[in-house]
Protein backbone atom coordinates (compact mmCIF):
# COMPACT_ATOMS: atom_id res chain seq x y z
CA UNK A 1 0.00 0.00 0.00
CA UNK A 2 1.36 3.64 -1.18
CA UNK A 3 2.02 5.85 1.48
CA UNK A 4 1.02 9.44 2.25
CA UNK A 5 2.48 11.65 -0.50
CA UNK A 6 2.71 15.21 -0.37
CA UNK A 7 3.78 17.41 -3.77
CA UNK A 8 6.19 19.37 -4.78
CA UNK A 9 9.16 18.05 -1.70
CA UNK A 10 10.66 21.70 -2.49
CA UNK A 11 9.61 24.86 -2.90
CA UNK A 12 11.12 28.13 -3.34
CA UNK A 13 9.01 31.75 -3.46
CA UNK A 14 9.49 35.01 -2.86
CA UNK A 15 7.46 37.25 -0.76
CA UNK A 16 3.66 38.44 -1.99
CA UNK A 17 3.69 35.57 -3.77
CA UNK A 18 1.42 32.49 -3.41
CA UNK A 19 1.82 28.70 -2.91
CA UNK A 20 -0.72 25.10 -3.29
CA UNK A 21 0.41 22.27 -1.69
CA UNK A 22 -0.80 18.61 -2.57
CA UNK A 23 -1.13 15.92 -0.15
CA UNK A 24 -2.29 12.37 -1.10
CA UNK A 25 -3.73 10.27 1.32
CA UNK A 26 -3.24 6.41 1.91
CA UNK A 27 -6.10 4.39 -0.16
CA UNK A 28 -9.39 4.72 1.84
CA UNK A 29 -8.33 7.31 4.35
CA UNK A 30 -10.84 9.98 4.18
CA UNK A 31 -9.37 12.23 7.23
CA UNK A 32 -6.34 14.61 5.65
CA UNK A 33 -4.95 16.62 8.54
CA UNK A 34 -2.19 19.60 7.60
CA UNK A 35 0.50 21.05 10.00
CA UNK A 36 3.31 23.44 9.76
CA UNK A 37 6.48 22.37 11.65
CA UNK A 38 9.16 25.49 11.99
CA UNK A 39 12.40 24.49 14.82
CA UNK A 40 11.17 28.13 16.25
CA UNK A 41 7.79 26.94 16.85
CA UNK A 42 7.14 23.12 16.43
CA UNK A 43 4.53 21.23 15.18
CA UNK A 44 1.50 23.37 14.60
CA UNK A 45 -2.33 21.94 13.67
CA UNK A 46 -3.11 23.86 10.79
CA UNK A 47 -6.49 22.17 9.57
CA UNK A 48 -8.07 18.68 9.27
CA UNK A 49 -10.00 17.46 6.19
CA UNK A 50 -13.09 14.75 6.66
CA UNK A 51 -14.72 14.00 3.51
CA UNK A 52 -14.56 17.34 2.05
CA UNK A 53 -15.21 19.25 4.55
CA UNK A 54 -13.12 21.44 7.05
CA UNK A 55 -14.15 20.09 10.94
CA UNK A 56 -10.92 21.65 12.66
CA UNK A 57 -9.06 24.69 12.32
CA UNK A 58 -5.49 25.66 14.20
CA UNK A 59 -4.70 29.16 14.54
CA UNK A 60 -3.20 30.40 11.84
CA UNK A 61 -4.22 33.47 9.66
CA UNK A 62 -7.06 33.72 6.83
CA UNK A 63 -3.97 33.47 4.42
CA UNK A 64 -3.69 29.72 4.91
CA UNK A 65 -6.49 27.25 3.59
CA UNK A 66 -7.19 24.31 2.26
CA UNK A 67 -9.69 21.89 0.71
CA UNK A 68 -10.28 18.61 -0.02
CA UNK A 69 -11.38 16.73 -3.13
CA UNK A 70 -13.96 13.60 -3.53
CA UNK A 71 -11.14 11.10 -3.91
CA UNK A 72 -9.60 12.41 -0.56
CA UNK A 73 -6.75 13.77 -2.14
CA UNK A 74 -6.25 17.85 0.01
CA UNK A 75 -4.56 21.18 -1.27
CA UNK A 76 -2.88 23.40 1.22
CA UNK A 77 -2.93 27.09 -0.26
CA UNK A 78 -0.71 29.62 1.38
CA UNK A 79 -1.27 33.55 -0.09
CA UNK A 80 0.69 36.78 0.19
CA UNK A 81 3.32 34.47 1.21
CA UNK A 82 5.59 36.06 4.54
CA UNK A 83 9.03 35.13 5.18
CA UNK A 84 8.03 33.89 8.45
CA UNK A 85 6.00 31.27 6.28
CA UNK A 86 8.95 29.23 5.62
CA UNK A 87 8.84 25.94 7.68
CA UNK A 88 8.19 22.43 6.69
CA UNK A 89 4.52 21.31 5.79
CA UNK A 90 3.23 18.03 6.80
CA UNK A 91 0.21 16.13 5.68
CA UNK A 92 -1.33 13.31 7.89
CA UNK A 93 -4.34 10.99 6.89
CA UNK A 94 -5.84 8.50 8.78
CA UNK A 95 -9.09 5.92 7.92
CA UNK A 96 -12.27 6.85 9.91
CA UNK A 97 -12.08 10.44 10.82
CA UNK A 98 -11.68 9.85 14.39
CA UNK A 99 -7.31 10.73 14.38
CA UNK A 100 -7.61 11.00 17.35
CA UNK A 101 -8.29 7.19 18.03
CA UNK A 102 -7.18 6.07 14.43
CA UNK A 103 -3.36 6.16 13.53
CA UNK A 104 -2.13 9.52 11.64
CA UNK A 105 0.12 8.24 9.07
CA UNK A 106 2.43 11.09 7.82
CA UNK A 107 4.15 12.25 4.49
CA UNK A 108 7.51 13.24 4.12
CA UNK A 109 6.42 17.07 4.16
CA UNK A 110 6.91 19.89 1.61
CA UNK A 111 9.87 22.08 2.44
CA UNK A 112 8.87 25.95 1.32
CA UNK A 113 11.64 28.40 1.79
CA UNK A 114 10.26 32.23 1.28
CA UNK A 115 12.84 34.93 0.01
CA UNK B 1 -6.66 25.13 24.74
CA UNK B 2 -4.23 21.94 25.20
CA UNK B 3 -0.09 22.72 25.86
CA UNK B 4 2.76 19.94 25.54
CA UNK B 5 5.90 20.20 27.22
CA UNK B 6 9.17 18.66 25.92
CA UNK B 7 11.73 19.74 28.63
CA UNK B 8 14.68 18.61 27.30
CA UNK B 9 15.33 19.78 23.50
CA UNK B 10 18.59 17.42 23.18
CA UNK B 11 19.58 13.70 25.03
CA UNK B 12 23.06 12.61 24.46
CA UNK B 13 23.21 8.88 25.60
CA UNK B 14 25.54 6.27 24.85
CA UNK B 15 24.08 2.95 23.05
CA UNK B 16 22.82 0.44 25.18
CA UNK B 17 22.14 2.63 27.85
CA UNK B 18 18.36 3.54 29.36
CA UNK B 19 16.77 6.63 28.18
CA UNK B 20 13.91 7.91 29.20
CA UNK B 21 12.67 11.40 27.59
CA UNK B 22 9.96 13.69 29.51
CA UNK B 23 6.93 14.78 28.05
CA UNK B 24 4.39 17.08 30.46
CA UNK B 25 0.78 18.05 29.37
CA UNK B 26 -1.54 20.82 30.29
CA UNK B 27 -5.41 19.41 30.53
CA UNK B 28 -8.82 19.97 32.32
CA UNK B 29 -9.92 17.15 30.57
CA UNK B 30 -9.28 13.67 29.34
CA UNK B 31 -7.11 13.49 26.67
CA UNK B 32 -5.08 10.87 24.30
CA UNK B 33 -1.50 10.80 24.44
CA UNK B 34 1.06 10.17 21.43
CA UNK B 35 4.63 9.73 20.61
CA UNK B 36 5.95 9.87 17.48
CA UNK B 37 9.33 10.12 16.11
CA UNK B 38 10.87 11.57 12.70
CA UNK B 39 14.00 10.64 10.83
CA UNK B 40 16.10 13.38 9.30
CA UNK B 41 14.03 13.86 6.39
CA UNK B 42 10.90 12.27 6.56
CA UNK B 43 7.63 12.47 8.25
CA UNK B 44 6.48 11.27 11.62
CA UNK B 45 5.84 7.88 12.50
CA UNK B 46 3.69 6.54 15.24
CA UNK B 47 5.52 4.68 18.03
CA UNK B 48 2.98 4.31 20.40
CA UNK B 49 -0.32 6.10 22.00
CA UNK B 50 -2.33 6.30 25.27
CA UNK B 51 -6.19 6.36 24.73
CA UNK B 52 -7.89 4.02 27.29
CA UNK B 53 -7.56 1.08 29.95
CA UNK B 54 -3.39 0.10 30.92
CA UNK B 55 -1.76 3.45 31.78
CA UNK B 56 1.53 1.15 30.50
CA UNK B 57 1.61 1.69 26.90
CA UNK B 58 4.08 -0.58 24.53
CA UNK B 59 5.36 0.70 21.02
CA UNK B 60 7.15 -0.19 18.56
CA UNK B 61 10.96 -0.89 18.31
CA UNK B 62 11.04 -1.80 22.02
CA UNK B 63 9.50 1.72 23.56
CA UNK B 64 7.16 2.36 26.30
CA UNK B 65 5.48 4.89 27.90
CA UNK B 66 3.59 5.37 31.22
CA UNK B 67 0.87 7.41 31.65
CA UNK B 68 0.29 9.55 35.02
CA UNK B 69 -3.21 11.27 35.15
CA UNK B 70 -1.91 13.01 38.83
CA UNK B 71 1.42 14.58 37.74
CA UNK B 72 -0.07 15.03 33.98
CA UNK B 73 2.96 13.09 32.39
CA UNK B 74 3.83 10.45 29.67
CA UNK B 75 7.32 9.59 29.66
CA UNK B 76 9.09 7.90 26.92
CA UNK B 77 11.11 4.89 28.46
CA UNK B 78 13.46 2.72 26.62
CA UNK B 79 15.70 0.09 28.26
CA UNK B 80 18.72 0.03 25.98
CA UNK B 81 19.01 2.15 23.34
CA UNK B 82 20.55 1.84 19.60
CA UNK B 83 22.56 4.02 17.32
CA UNK B 84 19.43 3.61 14.70
CA UNK B 85 16.68 5.28 17.71
CA UNK B 86 19.29 8.72 16.65
CA UNK B 87 16.32 10.96 16.04
CA UNK B 88 13.56 13.56 16.96
CA UNK B 89 11.23 12.49 19.07
CA UNK B 90 7.26 14.23 19.72
CA UNK B 91 4.99 13.95 22.16
CA UNK B 92 1.25 14.83 21.33
CA UNK B 93 -1.83 15.38 22.98
CA UNK B 94 -5.34 15.57 21.58
CA UNK B 95 -8.86 16.47 23.58
CA UNK B 96 -10.36 14.06 21.42
CA UNK B 97 -11.64 16.92 18.42
CA UNK B 98 -9.49 15.71 16.41
CA UNK B 99 -6.77 18.81 16.80
CA UNK B 100 -3.47 17.66 17.80
CA UNK B 101 -1.04 19.31 19.78
CA UNK B 102 2.80 18.69 20.05
CA UNK B 103 5.44 19.33 22.23
CA UNK B 104 8.76 21.00 20.94
CA UNK B 105 10.90 17.70 20.23
CA UNK B 106 13.54 16.05 22.19
CA UNK B 107 16.75 14.90 19.85
CA UNK B 108 17.96 12.23 20.93
CA UNK B 109 21.71 11.55 20.10
CA UNK B 110 22.76 7.89 20.77
CA UNK B 111 26.45 7.40 20.78
CA UNK B 112 28.71 4.31 20.09
Known amino acids: KAGVTQTPRYLIKTRGQQVTLSCSPI?????VSWYQQTPGQGLQFLFEYFSETQRNKGNFPGRFSGRQFSNSRSEMNVSTLELGDSALYLC??????????????FGPGTRLLVL | AQSVTQLDSQVPVFEEAPVELRCNYS??????LFWYVQYPNQGLQLLLK??????LVKGINGFEAEFNKSQTSFPLRKPSVHISDTAEYFCAVSDGFNKFYFGSGTKLNVKP
Open chain 2, 27 to 32: SSVSVY
Open chain 1, 92 to 105: ASSFAGNPDQETQY
Open chain 1, 27 to 31: SGHRS
Open chain 2, 50 to 55: YLSGST
